[in-house]
């Protein structure tokens, strides 16, 4: 019968156990991570009785279970990695979207747009100063916000690194913990104890360890769990490894494993979120941003480089940009311009420089062909400097100088010549003979040809191949050039001139006087320029005038070159014929400026260009002819911009993009016009345009629409990272709720257990006494 | 959900919806502040997209507006001081008409004189109109004073240096205003085709030349037989003399004169030309000014300029009719002058079209009272 006080004994112990445990998780009903636990409760051994049977002997709590779900919690560690990523991804982004500064006025489109209208704000009032300075103020809010965006998205990018210490050594505290409490456990079980409670601790851990990395976890027998960090093995029972943030051969943050070195492929995690940062958005967005400043500058400077400052062509300018010394021998003037380090790249081209008389207005432009292969940064001062009235020179820095004698100007811009008969080889008051073949000539054989100038004798004049710097091909220009140097040399009196690709021979005596004549010699020079032999030209008491006005809205570069096609006084003269004709010698049109021509009457030739053609007489027989150079673009090398010469902004990109210092010395350097005069505002109406325009560097989009494109999609990928975190949260939410439906205390079950153990307690309470009172009767039965 | 609710479960599922509540309060909040649906692109990226150019757009409105006031600020500047220079003319106009007077001594005509160069100068004044620091008529050459009064060997008279270019303000996209014009076609429609001439003389009393080269038109009908001058071709067929052409004007006592050393007549004077009477048989040479062809949209360039026949300037110009003409009747001095073409452009812009050297008409009289 003593054993039935042992069924009672263990029926109360087991009810007092299952009690505690109900205390216990009550207790930990705040408890985070904490999983429930169920005592297990099996009747214990039966006792075998005489007669064959068995008689029970009350109850044992066998075990003390956490109730948890394992593949729920290995969904949770996922889950929180993703989380963790879409977290650092979210403040990455609005941080990126924060320094946009989108939509207001401070923002890059906001200062565009600034910049732009004060740019037609001041086309209406071209010379006022005041508009000039709020133009460049507003050009260089501009740059000082491309350099702040550059700079704070730099920054941003750099801060990464102590992030992702940071992380790492947060990490590498949850590795360290995870392997302690796996020892703990290990032993602990080994002993046949149960370790709830170290188990919720690390799986507590190694939840936080998820939140930095994608992490998997394998569980051993014998109670360790093992930890695959980003597919590395990092806690191995009682073991773990260190982790280490350092810089990748690129320059990029890495995470590696410290004892192997190798590098971790995090896909999720915070630290995930941090190393995405790094290598995906910014680069892309600084990219961007720097395209958009090198189109700006690019663009504004192809405009501004070829403009007229406010007070007419300029007399002296320096490059904003020098050249590099790329073979080291300390000389800046023998790198190719290619090869010249320039921000820019020079194209094989042509660059028109228009050099001033500044009393007169005249222009002479000279034609400058740029091969960036074969031409050096000194070839090109040199070029300039042959030009008359200019010198250019390679300083000691780099830059190239240009300056003009005094009285002289000089400027790149593309406008039409006012006057372009002035030479006086169309009906002008000195006699003139023209050439009818279209250059380049070739010369290279010796020729020999005579002029007789105002009735003199004949002059031999000899050319030979080594006269010239290109050969055999020589253009019209560069000829001219010699054969005055050589009519110089014979003290004639004679110019030679080139007039478009064609050459014209005109005598420096004006008046009835002048008179020209040329006999063909050795080799048939004339012939071959088309030169009219057997003529003698002579000249007017007063020579005609040719106006021309408006500004070429073609296409390409090329001229347009008048020629007579018969002699005879204009507005009188029955059929006075005068042809144009193009670059490539097709005939535009031919004009009637005879009878019934007005002087005053522009001749409209289309693409703005209108001509005058005044008083006077022209000669079909001396070849009379002039040319317009109509100019779209009169630096289609992009040297200027290379260079910087003139330029409205220096600087290459985002981060170093400024407002040109000449302009900041002297707002009347902007280069407003096309013409010179304080109000033009022809060369404003190009920048302005430029707002408009569709660049090919900026993928077929204006400035603005790329800009705006750019700050979209910032907005696109922040809404994108803030979408994504909403549901990550909501996702884990709801795992953390399934895992608390779990694993999480119930304050009402434990009341119905407590009831339900109370009860049992004081049953086999009752019960023992009930046998204390049965074994009392036994012992009295005797007496 | 599983089967089990706990406590914690219910706790953060309020704590998840309060917090999810507080931050769509705080987004209602921050556009109710700024009073902006849109305060960063993420907020509605698709509906920033489109907003941007809008954006764009309106600050380009802005600034046609503000050109459009410009361009009205300077147009109706421009316009009142048209108004002005019509008074001026008219006012000179009334003086010509005074000085036509044969009656008039030489006192008389010394005070009109002084009137006359008041004008001048109120004239050119006006020319030299400013708004701030830019000047109305000198072209895009905004910061030169665009007409100066210059004395020289041969006269006075005044001279023009800005330039012919508009400066143009944008007004809507692609509609560009003309806002200050050339002041040479304001005020000096005819100055590109000036004729200038030479000589001493003049026709008064005494013999001398004077000759004219330049651009005029002059129709020559000659209905006589013989002293054809050079130069003219007989026939009733006008011929013409375009330009670039040098003639003589000879006078001769009393009030006749000689084109290109013809015979000596007495001028007749009709409403539309002159006629100079040849010899004593009765043929005249009569001289009128032919319309020349011109183009649309051009403002006359060589409209009829009136000036003296026979002092320093002969014109075919000034033969044509409708100016009110008043000529000494001892010395043979003329005076013309002509308001008929003063018109309003459409634009606004106070414009002087097919009418004289408003300086140049001015200049004259004054300069002839002054010298006796």
């Known amino acids: 019968m003593s054993f039935g006080f042992y069924t009672g004994l263990r029926g109360m112990n087991a009810a007092r156990l299952g009690m505690e445990l109900v205390g216990h998780n009550i207790a930990n009903l705040n408890t985070p991570g904490f999983s429930r636990q169920q005592a297990l409760q099996s009747s214990a051994f039966p006792m075998q009785l005489l007669g064959g049977f068995q008689i029970g002997t009350g109850a044992d709590i066998s075990t003390v279970r956490r109730i948890v779900d394992e593949r729920l919690d290995a969904r949770i560690r996922t889950q929180n990695g993703l989380f963790g990523k879409a977290l650092v991804d979210n403040r990455r982004m609005s941080e990126i979207e924060g320094v946009l500064a989108e939509p207001g006025d401070d923002g890059m489109s906001g200062l565009l747009n600034s910049f732009f209208g004060s740019i037609g704000k001041l086309r209406s009032d071209a010379g006022s100063r005041a508009l000039r300075g709020a133009a460049i103020q507003d050009a260089r809010s501009v740059t000082d916000g491309f350099n702040l965006l550059a700079q704070r998205y730099t920054s941003l990018r750099e801060d990464s690194f102590p992030e992702v210490e940071g992380e790492v050594e947060n990490a590498n505290l949850e590795i360290q913990h995870i392997a302690d409490l796996n020892a703990q456990i290990i032993s602990l079980e080994a002993n046949g104890h149960q370790a709830n409670d170290l188990r919720d601790e690390r799986e507590a851990s190694i939840k936080r360890l998820s939140e930095l990395v994608d992490v998997r976890v394998v569980t051993k027998t014998n109670g360790s769990a093992d930890v695959m960090a980003a597919g590395h093995l990092v806690v191995s029972s009682g073991r773990g490894a260190k982790l280490v943030a350092a810089r990748g051969k690129d320059g990029s943050t890495e995470v590696r494993v410290g004892d192997t070195g190798s590098a971790l492929d995090v896909r999720q995690g915070r630290l995930a979120g941090l190393l995405h940062a790094e290598g995906g958005v910014l680069p892309d967005l600084l990219e961007r941003l720097d395209g958009l400043a090198r189109s700006l500058i690019l663009e504004t400077n192809r405009v501004h480089t070829t403009g007229v400052p406010r007070n007419g062509p300029m007399t002296s300018l320096v490059s904003d940009n020098h050249a590099i010394d790329g073979d080291d021998d300390g000389r800046y003037d023998d790198e190719l311009l290619e090869a010249a380090g320039f921000p820019f790249d020079v194209k094989g081209g042509d660059l028109w420089v228009a050099v001033s008389d500044l009393d007169t207005g005249d222009v002479t432009r000279t034609r400058l062909a740029i091969d960036p292969r074969s031409m050096t940064l ?36 593309g406008r039409l010549d006012p006057s372009p008969a002035s030479k006086g080889t169309f009906g002008g008051a000195s006699a003139s003979l023209g050439g009818g073949v279209g250059g380049p000539f070739d010369l290279s054989t010796p020729m020999a040809f005579q002029v007789a100038v105002d009735g003199g004798a004949a002059t031999t004049i000899t050319l030979s191949p080594t006269d010239f710097r290109s050969s055999p091909e020589v253009p019209a220009d560069e000829l001219a050039k010699v054969l005055t140097g050589k009519f110089k040399a014979a003290s004639l009196g004679l110019e030679a001139v080139a007039v478009g690709n064609h050459l014209s021979l005109v005598a420096t005596s004006t008046g009835t006087a002048s008179s020209l004549a040329a006999t063909d010699g050795a080799g048939s020079p004339l012939a071959a320029l088309g030169i009219p032999t057997g003529v003698t030209a002579s000249g007017r008491a007063s020579g005609l005038e040719v106006e021309v006005q408006g500004s070429y809205t073609g296409k390409g570069n090329g001229h347009l070159r008048f020629v007579a096609e018969s002699s005879g006084t204009v507005g009188v003269d029955p059929q006075v014929l005068v042809g144009v004709y193009r670059e490539d010698g097709t005939k535009l049109t031919t004009i009637d400026v005879g009878r019934g021509h007005d002087p005053l009457d522009a001749i409209d030739l289309g693409d703005g260009i209108q001509v005058f053609i005044k008083h006077g007489s022209i000669s079909q027989a001396d070849g009379d002819q002039f040319a317009v150079d109509t100019l779209a673009d009169s630096d289609t090398s992009d040297v200027l911009v290379a260079l910087g010469l003139n330029g409205f902004f220096s600087g290459s990109g985002a981060a170093d993009i400024a407002v040109s210092e000449r302009l900041l010395a002297d707002p009347d350097a902007l280069s407003a016009g096309l013409v010179g005069t304080q109000g033009d505002a022809g060369n404003l109406a190009r920048l302005a345009a430029l707002r408009e325009r569709t660049l090919e560097g900026l993928g077929g989009h204006t400035l603005e629409s790329f800009y705006d494109g750019v700050a979209a999609d910032v907005g696109f990928e922040t809404r994108k990272s803030e979408d994504l975190l909403q549901s990550e949260a909501t996702l884990m939410g709801f795992l953390e709720n399934e895992r608390e439906s779990i694993s999480g205390v119930n304050l009402d079950e434990e009341m119905v257990e407590l009831v339900k153990y109370q009860q049992a307690f004081q049953a086999s309470a009752r019960f023992i006494s009930q046998m204390s009172e049965m074994t009392d009767v036994l012992i009295n039965l005797g007496r | 959900m599983g089967l089990r609710i706990t406590q914690a479960m219910s706790a953060n599922r309020a704590l998840f919806d309060l917090t999810r509540n507080a931050l769509r309060l705080q987004q209602t909040r921050e556009q109710l502040s700024t009073g902006r649906r849109i305060n960063r692109p993420s907020d509605d990226p698709v509906t920033f997209l489109r907003m941007q150019p809008k954006r764009n757009e309106k600050q380009l409105v802005a600034l046609f507006q503000d050109n459009a006031h410009l361009a009205g600020d300077v147009l109706g500047l421009a316009a009142s001081s048209m108004e002005d220079a019509v ?80 400066v143009t303000v944008e007004i809507a996209a692609g509609v560009e205003v003309d806002v200050t014009s050339s002041g040479r076609s304001m005020f000096l429609p005819g100055a590109r085709t000036r004729t200038s001439f030479e000589g001493a003389t003049g026709a008064r009393p005494g013999v001398g030349t004077d000759s004219g080269r330049g651009l005029h038109t002059l129709s020559v009908e000659w209905t006589g037989l013989s002293g054809l001058p050079a130069g003219l071709s007989a026939g009733t067929t006008p011929a013409t003399i375009l330009g670039d052409h040098a003639w003589t004007i000879t006078a001769g006592p009393p009030d006749t004169i000689s084109i290109d050393g013809g015979p000596q007549a007495q001028p007749i004077w009709h409403r539309r030309r002159v006629q100079v009477q040849v010899g004593t048989t009765g043929e005249t040479v009569s001289l009128r000014r032919s319309a020349t062809r011109r183009r649309a949209r051009r403002p006359a360039r060589c409209a009829p300029r009136p000036h003296e026949l026979g002092r320093k300037e002969l014109d075919g110009d000034r033969l044509r009719g409708n100016e009110p003409a008043g000529r000494h009747a001892s010395t043979g001095a003329m005076l013309n ?10 634009a606004g812009a106070g414009q002087l079209r097919r009418t004289y050297d408003a300086f140049n008409v001015l200049a004259s009289p004054g300069r002839d009272a002054r010298e006796p």
């Open chain 1, 378 to 413: 000194g070839d090109l001062a040199t070029a300039i400097s042959d030009i008359d009235h200019l010198d250019a020179h390679v300083d000691p820095s780099g830059r190239l100088r240009i300056k003009a004698e005094t009285g002289w100007g000089f400027d790149f811009s």
């Open chain 2, 337 to 346: 002058v002509d308001s008929t073409g003063i018109l309003r452009s459409r």
């Open chain 2, 87 to 166: 008074q001026v003319l008219s006012r000179a106009k009334e003086l010509a008409v005074q000085g036509a007077n044969g009656t008039m001594g030489e006192a008389d005509r010394r005070l009109l004189g002084k009137t006359a160069r008041q004008l001048v100068t109120e004239m050119l004044a006006l020319g030299n109109g400013k708004l701030g620091d830019r000047y109305l008529f000198s072209g895009t050459a905004t910061g030169t004073m665009p007409f100066e009064m210059v004395s020289d060997a041969s006269g006075t008279f005044v001279r023009y240096h800005g330039d012919d270019n508009p």
